[in-house]
Structures are given as C-alpha cells and as structure tokens.
T-cell receptor, first 118, second 117 residues
Framework: AQTVTQSQPEMSVQEAETVTLSCTYDTSESDYYLFWYKQPPSRQMILVIR??????QNATENRFSVNFQKAAKSFSLKISDSQLGDAAMYFCAYRRNAGGTSYGKLTFGQGTILTVHP | DTGVSQNPRHKITKRGQNVTFRCDPISEHNRLYWYRQTLGQGPEFLTYFQNEAQLEKSRLLSDRFSAERPKGSFSTLEIQRTEQGDSAMYLC???????????????FGEGSWLTVV
C-alpha cells in the first residue's frame, strides 16, 4: 500500500521569507501523481501544485515550487515570498494512475501546519 | 460552475441515530469521492464512484456506512447507528477523468461536520 509521510507537524516563516515543507512517500508504482493541497482553517481544501511522476522537471506555480526526487521518493514544497494568506494546513498527497486496483484515489500525509508571522 | 456542494455543513446527533450527508459534485464530473477527516489529521479515503458505479470501498467503511450515487450525479453517505468514533468531517470531492486515467484535479467541498454525542 502506498504511504505518504510528512515529518513536520508545524512550520513557521516570516512574511516575505521562504519556507520548505517536506514529504516522502512509498510506492512500487511508476505511474503516479503527487500533489500539495492547502486547507485554510474551516475552509475547503484547494490544490496548490501537482507533479507528474514521469516528468523530470519540477513543477512551479507562481511562488510555489516543488523539489521532486523520484529515486529518493521525496516531494518537498517551497513557498517563496511567504504571505499571511499562505497560513494553512498543507497536505502532500499521492495518486496512482490507471491500472490494477486502488487507482484514482488520493492518499494523504498527516499534514503540516504553516504559520506566517508578520 | 458552483463547486462541490455538501449538506448539511454541520450535524449534531445522538449516539445510535442515523445520519445522511449529501454531496453535489461539479456538474459533468464523472468521479465522486468521499473522505473522512478528524481534527489535525489528513483525510482518509472512504469510497469513490465513477458515474453510478462504486469502484472502491475502504476497509474504514464498516457495514454501518453506505454510499450511493443513483444517477451518477449527486451522492449520499449514510451512517447508521452512529457511534462517538464517527465524529469527524466528511469530505466530498469530484473530478472528471477519461476512462481509467486518474490525472485530473480533484476538487473538494467544504465538508460536513458530524458530532455524535
């Protein structure tokens, strides 16, 4: 079974600084996707960024970028120029692509609470 | 596009009662997912549908839990004989996928909070 581990229960950053959230995962599959989702307090979960496993190039979305190390099964999220609105719980998630069983569903890590200090 | 809608948003029930949650996915999304999330934890997969077919159920989904998506549009999640351990947020999500592919974005609703007293 696939597992996703986020070893940092809490992280904090000063506004305008950079912070990196860590994630590792375990899978024997080769065709999968990785995601970072953001869940603000009492609000719905939204997608921050996604990475296709077959792509070597790291995904970027404005101030958000990932460091995808496939061999090490590591998928960290870097937030540059942190803003107060970035404060939230961040979840790393894995999703197997087609074929066999258990494809399609997201498997989440435990989450990292990010605090942004003004 | 109004997003994934869940009702009710909050439900307090007495132990032993039955509760039902409804999810309206984004229109034309063929996949619909249910997750359970407890405070400070990541969501745990419960079940998902492709159109009206229930493709997978987690072992977390005991006999007291049943989910339906009768016409491939909205879905209901019923919990019978609720227990205090059922207290959690129940998240619904949807996506559009072609065939067996699973690469498109999954969109989440705001969740339905259940408190069993």
């Amino acid at each position: 079974a696939q597992t996703v581990t986020q070893s940092q229960p809490e992280m904090s950053v000063q506004e305008a600084e950079t912070v990196t959230l860590s994630c590792t995962y375990d899978t024997s599959e080769s065709d999968y996707y990785l995601f970072w989702y953001k869940q603000p307090p009492s609000r719905q979960m939204i997608l921050v960024i996604r990475q296709e496993a077959y792509k070597q190039q790291n995904a970027t979305e404005n101030r958000f970028s990932v460091n995808f190390q496939k061999a090490a099964k590591s998928f960290s999220l870097k937030i540059s120029d942190s803003q107060l609105g970035d404060a939230a719980m961040y979840f790393c998630a894995y999703r197997r692509n087609a074929g066999g069983t258990s494809y399609g569903k997201l498997t989440f890590g435990q989450g990292t609470i990010l605090t942004v200090h003004p | 596009d109004t997003g994934v809608s869940q009702n009710p948003r909050h439900k307090i029930t007495k132990r032993g009662q039955n509760v039902t949650f409804r999810c309206d996915p984004i229109s034309e999304h063929n996949r619909l997912y249910w997750y359970r999330q407890t405070l400070g934890q990541g969501p745990e997969f419960l079940t998902y549908f492709q159109n009206e077919a229930q493709l997978e159920k987690s072992r977390l989904l005991s006999d007291r839990f049943s989910a339906e998506r009768p016409k491939g549009s909205f879905s209901t999640l019923e919990i019978q004989r609720t227990e205090q351990g059922d207290s959690a947020m129940y998240l619904c999500a949807s996506s559009w996928e072609l065939g067996l592919n699973s690469g498109n974005t999954i969109y989440f609703g705001e969740g339905s909070w259940l408190t069993v007293v």
